[in-house]
C-alpha cells in the first residue's frame, strides 16, 4: 500500500497554474508531497523564466505547504539499479525524473505526473491527475 503521492513538476506546475481537477484532486489527497528533485526543477523553471516575483512567491509558498522527501544513502542504489534495467531495455528517461521514481520507490510513494515514462520503472506506482 502506498503511503502518499509525490507530484511531478508537471503537476506541481498545473497547482500553481490553478488547474481545477487537480487542485481539486490535491486537496481531498492524504499524504501528498514532493520530492527535493521535483521542487528544484519547479523553481530552476520560476528562475530561468525570470518570473514575476509574484509568481516566484507562489511557488515558494507551495513548496513550503508540502512535505520534502530528500535523497537518502539508498537512493543512488534504487537510482543506479533501475537506470540499468532501462538502458538494459534500450529506454531513456531524463535522470531527474529517475531520481524522483527511486525517491518514489524507496519509500512507497505514487507519483504523479503527466509523463508516460514513468510507466516504464519496474515496481513504481503512477497517477495521472
Not at 528544484?40 to 516575483?53: D, R
Amino acid at each position: 500500500m502506498t503511503k502518499g503521492y509525490t507530484l511531478d513538476t508537471n503537476i506541481l506546475s498545473a497547482l500553481i497554474r490553478e488547474e481545477k481537477g487537480v487542485t481539486e484532486k490535491a486537496e481531498q489527497t492524504q499524504g501528498v508531497n514532493v520530492t527535493a528533485i521535483a521542487a528544484g526543477e519547479l523553481l530552476f523553471g520560476a528562475y530561468k523564466k525570470k518570473a514575476s516575483p509574484a509568481l516566484l512567491k507562489k511557488v515558494q509558498n507551495l513548496l513550503r505547504r508540502l512535505p520534502v522527501y530528500n535523497l537518502t544513502l539508498w537512493s543512488p542504489d534504487i537510482w543506479g539499479e533501475q537506470k540499468a534495467i532501462l538502458q538494459s531495455r534500450g529506454i531513456t528517461i531524463p535522470d531527474n525524473d529517475l531520481w524522483i521514481a527511486a525517491i518514489a520507490l524507496e519509500h512507497n510513494l505514487t507519483v504523479v505526473t503527466r509523463d508516460a515514462h514513468f510507466n516504464h520503472i519496474e515496481g513504481l506506482t503512477v497517477e495521472r491527475w
